[in-house]
C-alpha cells in the first residue's frame, strides 16, 4: 500500500493527472455549453472519433498538426451540425440523433481508416506519428512543484483546454450570447417571446460544441497518443457527459470533476502495475462516475432544501 | 393611413386552422387610444386566438388589422412589438435562472465594449421603468427566487422596456392573491393614465365591472358587440357570453346530513422546507352535506386533498372513511371504497392529454366484468359507457374518441367530472373544481355536485373561490396558517364580512366552536 501511496504523491502521477483529464474536459465543457441551450448531444463520443482520425489524416496529408486540428474541428462542428440538423428540421428524437453519430463513429472510423491505410486498427504504419507541439512556459514552469505538473512539456492543448474553461465561463456569463443561451435552454417561449431565435441559439451552441469536441479528438490522436487507434477513445465522450452533470454545467464544476474523473483513471493505471485484480482496477473510473454523481445528486437535494428553508424563513420574517 | 380614433382595429377578422376549426369569424375589434378594455367570453370563445393574431404569434385568414391607423402585417411577435404591443401572457415567459434585470433585457441586451453585457446598465434601465410605472421590483433578485405578483410586474416591465403602447394581458388575475389583484389594478389605472392603451382578457365578471370602460365579447369566435361597462349589468354580459341567463345563485334543498363518512382527526404535517403547514386538523364530513374549505391559497388546503389522496405522508393524525382507515392504502383502493377526486391540477392528475375521452372516462373502471370479454375489452360496452357520460356530462366533442387535449378548458374538467360523478361515489373531494372554466362548465358542475350531495354522497369541496364555497356549501370551515380557524354551521346564515376576517388570520374562533365541526358528543 505505501508503495502505491509513494508512487501516487508524485508529479509525474500528478502530471498524468493532467495529460488524462484534458480530452474529458473539452468534451465536458462542449456538453455543458450544448446542455445550457437545452439541446441533449450525446454524440460526444462518436464526434470525438472520428475527429480524432482526422486530425491525423489532415496533419499527415499537410505535414501540419496546425491543419490537423483545423481539420478536427471543421468536422466537429459538421457533426454537432449534422445532429442539430435532423433533430430540429426534421423533428427527430435528439438521443436518436446521439446514437447514430456514436455508431458512425465506433464504425465510420475503422472503414474510413481501413480505405485510408488499408489498416483496421491504427494510423501509425501508414500515417506515422504525430504530435503537437510541447510547451514550457518560461517563467511559471520554475514554480516548485506547481510548475513542474501545470507548466512543463505539456501539450498546447492542455493551455488551450484550461484557458477554455475561462472562455466558456465568460461566454455563458458576461456576454449576451451566453444570457441568450441559458435563456433558449430553460424556457425557449420566453426567448421566442423577445424576438430571440431559438433554433439559431441552439446551433450556435453546437457549433461551440463542436469546435471543442474536435479539440478533444485532436489531442486523443496527436497528444494523449501520436496516432489513431481503434476503440481509443474508450468511454471519454460519455464519462465527459458524466463530468458536465457533476458539474453542474459550470465550467469550474465541470473541470473539478474533469479533474476527479482524471485522478480515478491515472490511479487505475497506476495500480494495474501491482498484484491486485487488474479488472476491478480498471472498473475504477467507471466507479468513481457512480459515486460521483451519486453524491453530486444527495448533496444538490439537500442543498435545495436547506436554501428553500432558509427562503421560508426569510418570508416568514418578512411577514412578520 | 386613415384617421381613426383607435389605436386598435382588428376589422372582418376570420381564422380557419387547417384542422378545419373556425376560432375567429368576422370579428371587429376596435380599442381606443388610453382606455381598458375587456376581451370577454368562455373557453373556447376565440379570445385567445384573436389576441395571438394582433401580438404576431398566429396570421389571420381574412381581414385586416391598423395599428393607430397604419394597416399592418404582423408577422411575428417582433413585428408587433415593434408596432407598441407587448403581451402579459398567462403562464409567464420568464427564464427562472436570469435576474430580473436580465429577464427584462433579454434579446435587447446593453453591451459594454462589443462583447460583454452591461450588467449595470441592465440594472438601471430596470430600475428606471420601475419607477416610472410604479412597478416595484428588484432587478437583482433571480425570477425563481420572486412571488408571482412580481414575475407579473416583470412581464408588464418588459413590454413597456420595449416601447409597448398597448398592452395585452391574458387573464392576468388567474395567478394572483386579492392583494396582488388590488396592487395590479392600481398600476394598470397608472398606465392608462399615462396614455397607455390595456387590452385585458377576462372571464371574471368583478373584475371586469371595477376596472375596464368598455368590452368587446366574444361567443363560438364571434363577437357579440361593444359595451360601455358602465352601462352593462352583470346579468346582461353573462347573457351575452353564454347566451342565456345563468343563476348565479345555486338552487339547493337544505341538507340533511347523516352519518359521517369522512372524519379527520388531528392531521399533522410538515413539508419539505420544514414548514408546518397542517396542525391538528380534525373535521367530518357527513353523509348528504357539503362541507367547504375557504381560506387564501397555501394555507395547508392542497396539503390536506394531498393527503386525504395519499399523495402524501402526514406526521400524525388519522383518516377513515366509513369508520375504515384509508391512510397509506393506493388509489385504487380508495376508488374501490368510493372516494372521488377533482385535483386541483387537472391537466396532470385529472386526465391524460393525449388519450381520447373514451380512454380517460373509464380509466378508473377498465377492469369490470362489463368492460371485458374474456382477454381483450369489449368495445362495444365501452363505447356505449363513454357515449352515455359524454351526452350526460354535456362534453362538447366530436366523438368520444377525440384526444382530451383538443377540448377547452371547461370540456376537459367535464371528461373528469363525468368518470369521477359517475362511479357512485361515497365521498367526493373537490379540489378547485371549477378553477378557470368558462360560465356554462361551472354551472353544470356545481348543479352536479349539489345533486350527488343531495342523493347522498358526501363532498369535501375546496376552493378559492369566495362564491363558490360560500353558494355551494352547506356548512364551511376556514384555515388560516394549516388550522382551521372557524366553522360555519349553516353558510346562510354567514357574514361574509366576518368570513373575510377569520380567512386573513385577524380572528378566530375558540377550539371549541371549531370543534363542533367532528360533530362528536
Given amino acids: 500500500m505505501s508503495n502505491i501511496l509513494s508512487s501516487i504523491l508524485t508529479t509525474s502521477f500528478a502530471a498524468s493527472i493532467i495529460r488524462i483529464m484534458v480530452p474529458i474536459l473539452f468534451a465536458a465543457l462542449a456538453a455543458s455549453i450544448t446542455e445550457k441551450a437545452g439541446v441533449v448531444n450525446i454524440g460526444l463520443e462518436g464526434t470525438m472519433s472520428l475527429c480524432a482520425l482526422i486530425a491525423v489524416t489532415c496533419a499527415w496529408k499537410s505535414g501540419s498538426t496546425f491543419v490537423g486540428v483545423l481539420g478536427a474541428i471543421v468536422l466537429g462542428i459538421l457533426l454537432s451540425l449534422m445532429i442539430g440538423f435532423f433533430a430540429f428540421k426534421f423533428k427527430t428524437d435528439i438521443i436518436l440523433c446521439g446514437i447514430a453519430v456514436n455508431t458512425l463513429g465506433e464504425g465510420g472510423a475503422v472503414l474510413l481508416l481501413y480505405l485510408l491505410t488499408g489498416s483496421k486498427g491504427d494510423t501509425q504504419t501508414v500515417m506515422g506519428a504525430w504530435s503537437l507541439p510541447r510547451v514550457t512556459i518560461p517563467v511559471l514552469s520554475k514554480i516548485p512543484v506547481i510548475g513542474e505538473i501545470f507548466f512543463t512539456n505539456q501539450s498546447v492543448l492542455t493551455y488551450v483546454a484550461f484557458l477554455c474553461v475561462i472562455l466558456v465561463w465568460i461566454l455563458l456569463y458576461k456576454t449576451p450570447l451566453g444570457i441568450r443561451i441559458r435563456a433558449v435552454g430553460e424556457n425557449d417561449h420566453a426567448a421566442d417571446s423577445v424576438g430571440v431565435g431559438v433554433y439559431k441559439i441552439k446551433y450556435t451552441s453546437l457549433i461551440l460544441c463542436g469546435i471543442l469536441c474536435g479539440m478533444a479528438g485532436a489531442y486523443m490522436s496527436m497528444s494523449y497518443m501520436t496516432m489513431f487507434s481503434k476503440g481509443m477513445?474508450?468511454?471519454?465522450?460519455?464519462?465527459?457527459?458524466?463530468?458536465?452533470?457533476?458539474?453542474?454545467?459550470?465550467?469550474?464544476?465541470?473541470?473539478?470533476?474533469?479533474?476527479?474523473?482524471?485522478?480515478?483513471?491515472?490511479?487505475?493505471?497506476?495500480?494495474?502495475?501491482?498484484?491486485?485484480?487488474?479488472?476491478?482496477?480498471?472498473?475504477?473510473?467507471?466507479?468513481?462516475?457512480?459515486?460521483?454523481?451519486?453524491?453530486?445528486?444527495?448533496?444538490?437535494?439537500?442543498?435545495?432544501?436547506?436554501?428553500?428553508?432558509?427562503?421560508?424563513?426569510?418570508?416568514?420574517?418578512?411577514?412578520? | 393611413m386613415h384617421n381613426s380614433e383607435y389605436v386598435v382595429e382588428m376589422r372582418g377578422i376570420d381564422k380557419i386552422y387547417s384542422n378545419g376549426i373556425a376560432a375567429n369569424q368576422g370579428v371587429d375589434f376596435l380599442v381606443k387610444k388610453g382606455e381598458i378594455h375587456a376581451l370577454m367570453?368562455?373557453?373556447?370563445?376565440?379570445?385567445?386566438?384573436?389576441?395571438?393574431?394582433?401580438?404576431?404569434?398566429?396570421q389571420p385568414t381574412h381581414g385586416e388589422i391598423f395599428i393607430n391607423g397604419e394597416k399592418v402585417a404582423l408577422t411575428s411577435p417582433t413585428v408587433a412589438i415593434a408596432h407598441g404591443i407587448g403581451m402579459v401572457h398567462q403562464h409567464f415567459m420568464l427564464v427562472p435562472s436570469l435576474t430580473v434585470a436580465e429577464n427584462v433585457v433579454l434579446g435587447m441586451e446593453p453591451k459594454k465594449g462589443k462583447l460583454f453585457v452591461d450588467f449595470s446598465k441592465a440594472i438601471a434601465l430596470t430600475e428606471e421603468y420601475s419607477k416610472k410605472f410604479n412597478l416595484e421590483v428588484d432587478p437583482n433578485a433571480k425570477v425563481m427566487d420572486i412571488p408571482v405578483g412580481m414575475k407579473q410586474k416583470v412581464e408588464i416591465l418588459k413590454a413597456l422596456v420595449r416601447g409597448a403602447k398597448i398592452l395585452i394581458l391574458d387573464e392576468p388575475t388567474a395567478v394572483l392573491t386579492t392583494q396582488e389583484t388590488v396592487e395590479l389594478f392600481r398600476e394598470l389605472i397608472h398606465l392608462k393614465e399615462q396614455g397607455y392603451t390595456i387590452i385585458f382578457i377576462s372571464h371574471k365578471l368583478k373584475e371586469i365591472k371595477e376596472i375596464t370602460d368598455r368590452m368587446t365579447i366574444l361567443r363560438g369566435g364571434r363577437s357579440m358587440g361593444v359595451y360601455n361597462t358602465a352601462d352593462t349589468s352583470e346579468q346582461e354580459i353573462s347573457?351575452?357570453?353564454?347566451?342565456?341567463?345563468?343563476?348565479?345563485?345555486?338552487?339547493?334543498?337544505?341538507?340533511?346530513?347523516?352519518?359521517?363518512?369522512?372524519?379527520?382527526?388531528?392531521?399533522?404535517?410538515t413539508n419539505d422546507w420544514n414548514r408546518k403547514m397542517l396542525n391538528k386538523v380534525s373535521f367530518t364530513v357527513r353523509k348528504g352535506e357539503i362541507l367547504g374549505i375557504a381560506g387564501v391559497e397555501g394555507n395547508g388546503q392542497r396539503e390536506l386533498v394531498d393527503i386525504l389522496y395519499n399523495f402524501a405522508k402526514p406526521d400524525a393524525g388519522s383518516v377513515t372513511v366509513g369508520g375504515k382507515p384509508t391512510l397509506?392504502?393506493?388509489?385504487?383502493?380508495?376508488?374501490?371504497?368510493?372516494?372521488?377526486?377533482?385535483?386541483?391540477?387537472?391537466?396532470?392528475?385529472?386526465?391524460?392529454?393525449?388519450?381520447?375521452?373514451?380512454?380517460?372516462?373509464?380509466?378508473?373502471?377498465?377492469?369490470?366484468?362489463?368492460?371485458?370479454?374474456?382477454?381483450?375489452?369489449?368495445?362495444?360496452?365501452?363505447?356505449?359507457?363513454?357515449?352515455?357520460?359524454?351526452?350526460?356530462?354535456?362534453?362538447?366533442?366530436?366523438?368520444?374518441?377525440?384526444?382530451?387535449?383538443?377540448?377547452?378548458?371547461?370540456?376537459?374538467?367535464?371528461?373528469?367530472?363525468?368518470?369521477?360523478f359517475s362511479s357512485d361515489p361515497v365521498l367526493i373531494i373537490a379540489d378547485q373544481p371549477t378553477r378557470g372554466i368558462d360560465v356554462g362548465a361551472t354551472e353544470f358542475i356545481r348543479k352536479k355536485l349539489v345533486e350527488l350531495s343531495r342523493a347522498g354522497a358526501a363532498v369535501l369541496l375546496v376552493s378559492a373561490d369566495l362564491n363558490e364555497v360560500i353558494e355551494l356549501s352547506d356548512s364551511l370551515v376556514v384555515f388560516h396558517g394549516g388550522e382551521i380557524v372557524a366553522y360555519f354551521e349553516d353558510t346562510r346564515k354567514m357574514d361574509e364580512m366576518e368570513m373575510?376576517?377569520?380567512?386573513?388570520?385577524?380572528?378566530?374562533?375558540?377550539?371549541?366552536?371549531v370543534r363542533r365541526v367532528v360533530h362528536e358528543k
Fill in chain 2, 328 to 420: 397509506g392504502l393506493h388509489q385504487d383502493k380508495l376508488r374501490d371504497m368510493g372516494i372521488s377526486l377533482i385535483p386541483e391540477d387537472r391537466m396532470i392528475y385529472g386526465i391524460a392529454d393525449s388519450a381520447s375521452i373514451e380512454e380517460n372516462v373509464i380509466s378508473d373502471r377498465f377492469d369490470e366484468k362489463k368492460f371485458n370479454k374474456g382477454p381483450l375489452f369489449n368495445m362495444r360496452a365501452i363505447h356505449a359507457e363513454s357515449e352515455r357520460l359524454v351526452e350526460e356530462y354535456q362534453v362538447l366533442c366530436k366523438s368520444p374518441q377525440q384526444q382530451v387535449k383538443m377540448l377547452s378548458g371547461g370540456n376537459i374538467q367535464k371528461v373528469v367530472v363525468a368518470r369521477e
Fill in chain 2, 239 to 269: 347573457r351575452l357570453m353564454v347566451g342565456r341567463d345563468v343563476i348565479l345563485t345555486v338552487q339547493k334543498e337544505q341538507a340533511l346530513p347523516t352519518e359521517p363518512v369522512l372524519q379527520v382527526r388531528d392531521l399533522e404535517f
Fill in chain 2, 41 to 58: 367570453g368562455e373557453n373556447g370563445a376565440g379570445k385567445s386566438t384573436l389576441m395571438k393574431m394582433l401580438f404576431g404569434m398566429e
Fill in chain 1, 233 to 320: 477513445i474508450a468511454g471519454r465522450g460519455f464519462i465527459a457527459l458524466a463530468a458536465q452533470a457533476m458539474g453542474r454545467g459550470e465550467p469550474v464544476g465541470v473541470m473539478l470533476s474533469s479533474l476527479l474523473f482524471g485522478f480515478a483513471q491515472a490511479l487505475a493505471n497506476y495500480v494495474k502495475g501491482t498484484n491486485l485484480p487488474a479488472r476491478l482496477v480498471e472498473a475504477l473510473p467507471y466507479a468513481v462516475t457512480i459515486l460521483g454523481i451519486t453524491i453530486y445528486a444527495i448533496s444538490t437535494y439537500k442543498r435545495t432544501r436547506k436554501i428553500r428553508a432558509k427562503q421560508e424563513k426569510k418570508a416568514q420574517k418578512k411577514a412578520a
Fill in chain 2, 500 to 513: 373575510g376576517e377569520y380567512m386573513l388570520g385577524l380572528k378566530r374562533q375558540s377550539p371549541e366552536e
